[in-house]
């Protein structure tokens, strides 16, 4: 087992689900300068929002490739939400053994080596060491699930293309640009997401939609990640997706564990 991308994988969940971005079934379509703004389109921000995924819970499994540099690792991620509370993700590598664990909750970031017996805990405001202080806990969730994130695409600095085929959304907010895909069920293809003034970018697509219960679920997404000179790429595709099942987030640091600053 190659310790040294596992020990990493941690990290990449908690950028991952920072970022995800944009995908590879791009269409051209040509944005007008005179499109209205975000205060004009109210009716198609209450589509998107409705047309998202209304849950309590989630609890996913998924098998997943992890590239980083010339290292690769077949893993499987276990994914739990308590919406508006906390995000659980678990690495586990091949034989069954985890790797690692981390838990997002609106006020912090903890992560467990379990490999080297290593803990990190930082408030929420850590992952700004990584990406623009725009984002948010809520739309952590969002990105996780493929949900649209309404509370992004409240900004004066919208522009709003059709097809017959898709929707193209480009916009600015604090500091990020975004592209977002939709396709005709108001569902996101893709989202590209990166900071004014950096070459730092994440691009990643959703696919494989299927309705979990009553809701339309992407099964599979891709993810590239660029930034500090170091190129990551993951694909994941779920073979399980359960929504408002009761969710067990278990995360117990042994006292022996040494605690990483």
């Known amino acids: 087992m190659r310790r040294n ?18 995908g590879s079934k791009k269409q051209t379509v ?6 209205p703004k975000a205060s004009n389109n109210e009716e198609l921000l209450r ?3 409705l047309s998202n995924l209304d849950f309590h819970t989630f609890n996913g499994r ?26 659980w993700i678990s690495v586990t590598a091949l034989l069954g053994i985890e790797a690692a ?26 992952i700004y060491k990584y ?28 522009q709003v293309a059709t097809s017959t085929d898709d929707i193209q959304i480009i916009g600015v907010k604090e500091g990020l640009t975004f592209h977002y895909g939709v396709n005709a069920q108001n ?10 003034g ?6 990643a697509n959703y696919s494989d939609y299927a309705m979990i219960g009553a809701y339309n679920f992407p099964q599979r997404f891709t993810l590239n990640v660029e930034g500090s000179g170091a190129k990551v790429s993951a694909d994941m595709a779920y073979n399980r997706a359960e929504f408002n099942i009761a969710n067990e987030m278990p995360f117990n640091v042994p006292s022996k564990y040494k605690v990483i600053n």
């Open 198 to 203: 950096k070459t730092n970018k994440l691009e």
């Open 131 to 158: 990406t623009n202080p725009g984002i948010s806990y809520k739309m952590l969730e969002d990105i996780l699930v493929g949900n649209i994130s309404v509370e992004m695409l409240r900004t004066d600095q919208l």
């Open 62 to 87: 998924a098998k997943a490739k992890v590239v980083m540099g010339k290292e690769d690792q077949n893993v499987t991620l276990n994914i739990r939400i308590d919406r508006g509370k906390a995000i």
């Open 187 to 196: 569902r996101p293809f893709n989202f590209n997401l990166m900071e004014l």
């Open 5 to 22: 991308i596992l020990n990493k994988i941690s990290l990449l969940l908690v950028l991952a689900v920072l970022m995800n971005a944009c």
């Open 30 to 35: 040509k944005t007008d300068p005179n499109l």
């Open 101 to 126: 664990r981390v838990m997002i909750t609106p006020d912090s970031v903890k992560i467990m080596n379990k490999l080297q017996g290593e803990y990190i805990k930082k408030p929420f405001s850590y």
């Open 47 to 49: 589509n998107f929002e």
